[in-house]
């Protein structure tokens, strides 16, 4: 079964600084895809970046993009120039091709300071 | 597009009482999942819904949950009897096809507590 690590339970920075959120995976499949969730108080979770597994290139999404390493099976996200909207709980997910289900890992909650 | 809706918002119950909860799914969405998250966790998978067929209820505690979705729009999740470690927020999502490329849609959730 697939299985999501995320190291850092909690991190906080000052506004306008750069931060990075680790997770590591494991899977024996080949063909997947690894996405970062963004969990405001509201509740909802909101989709940050999604890397394909057969991609090379790492994502970018404005602010956000990821470190993807798949011989290391980790998958980072860094927050350039973070803002306040940015504190939220934040979750490493993978989706491989057998299951098809979203595997969550256990959040790095994220503060940012004025 | 509207997202996706879920009611009620909280929910305070006491252990042995029934409980269910209600998500209606983006419309034109095929695929409707429900997720339990316990507090200082992530999501955990209970159900997948693709049309009104379940694709996957592997880790629903089936001696007490059970969830539907007739016509293949609504969907409806039941607890009975609720336990102390049922309090969690139960959220919805729901995607337009299953895939392991589909992006999934998230409710707000709601936010079981069991007394």
């Known amino acids: 079964a697939q299985t999501v690590t995320q190291s850092q339970p909690e991190m906080s920075v000052q506004e306008a600084e750069t931060v990075t959120l680790s997770c590591t995976y494991d899977t024996s499949e080949s063909n997947y895809y690894l996405f970062w969730y963004k969990q405001p108080p509201s509740r909802q979770m909101i989709l940050v970046i999604r890397q394909e597994a057969y991609k090379q290139q790492n994502a970018t999404e404005n602010r956000f993009s990821v470190n993807f390493q798949k011989a290391a099976k980790s998958f980072s996200l860094k927050i350039s120039d973070s803002q306040l909207g940015d504190t939220a709980m934040y979750f490493c997910a993978f989706k491989g091709q057998g299951a098809q289900k979203l595997v969550f890992g256990q959040g790095t909650r994220l503060t940012i300071n004025p | 597009e509207a997202g996706v809706a879920q009611s009620p918002r909280y929910k305070i119950i006491e252990k042995r009482q029934s409980v269910a909860f209600w998500c209606n799914p983006i419309s034109g969405h095929a695929t409707l999942y429900w997720y339990q998250q316990i507090l200082g966790q992530g999501p955990k998978l209970l159900i997948q819904?693709?049309?009104?067929?379940?694709?996957?209820d592997s880790q629903l505690p089936k001696d007490r949950f059970s969830a539907e979705r007739l016509k293949g729009v609504d969907s409806t999740l039941k607890i009975q009897p609720a336990k102390l470690e049922d309090s969690a927020v139960y959220l919805c999502?729901?995607?337009?096809?299953?895939?392991?490329?589909?992006?999934?849609?998230f409710g707000s959730g709601t936010q079981l507590s069991v007394l």
């Open positions: 999502a729901s995607s337009l096809l299953t895939g392991v490329s589909e992006k999934l849609f």
């Open positions: 819904f693709q049309n009104n067929g379940v694709v996957d």
